[in-house]
Nanobody
Framework: QLQLVESGGGLVQPGGSLRLSCAAS????????IGWFRQAPGKEREGVSC????????NYADSVKGRFTISRDNAKNTVYLQMNSLKPEDTAVYYC?????????????????WGQGTQVTVSS
């Protein structure tokens, strides 16, 4: 059964850190780039970061550059998002998505598979 399962969300104070995980099953993981997206209440889902199928290439939204780091372990079929220096504006449901490409190009409308999301709340 094809699945993407996010975990690691929670409540954290401003300036804190979280590490999200996206565990994949049911498809050939290393044929797919993986992206992290987020959606805040009343807003559209936006791209946060993307990693190529090999893990050799990454990109980030300007709003998270220097604070978030994406990585993947193809042996474990898992992608991670390390989030540091969190801000209240990072509060959202975070989703991972798989796209059938080797490149670090994660276009939201072309995502093949989505996870169910994990809530991240940054608040004092």
């Amino acid at each position: 059964q094809l699945q993407l399962v996010e975990s690691g969300g929670g409540l954290v104070q401003p300036g804190g850190s979280l590490r999200l995980s996206c565990a994949a099953s049911g498809f050939t993981f290393d044929y797919y780039a993986i992206g992290w997206f987020r959606q805040a209440p009343g807003k559209e889902r936006e791209g946060v970061s993307c990693i190529s199928s090999s893990g050799s290439s990454t990109n980030y939204a300007d709003s998270v550059k220097g604070r978030f780091t994406i990585s993947r372990d193809n042996a474990k079929n898992t992608v991670y998002l390390q989030m540091n220096s969190l801000k209240p504006e990072d509060t959202a449901v975070y989703y991972c998505g798989a796209i059938r490409t080797v490149l670090a190009v994660c276009i939201r409308t072309r995502i093949n598979y989505w996870g169910q999301g994990t809530q991240v709340t940054v608040s004092s």
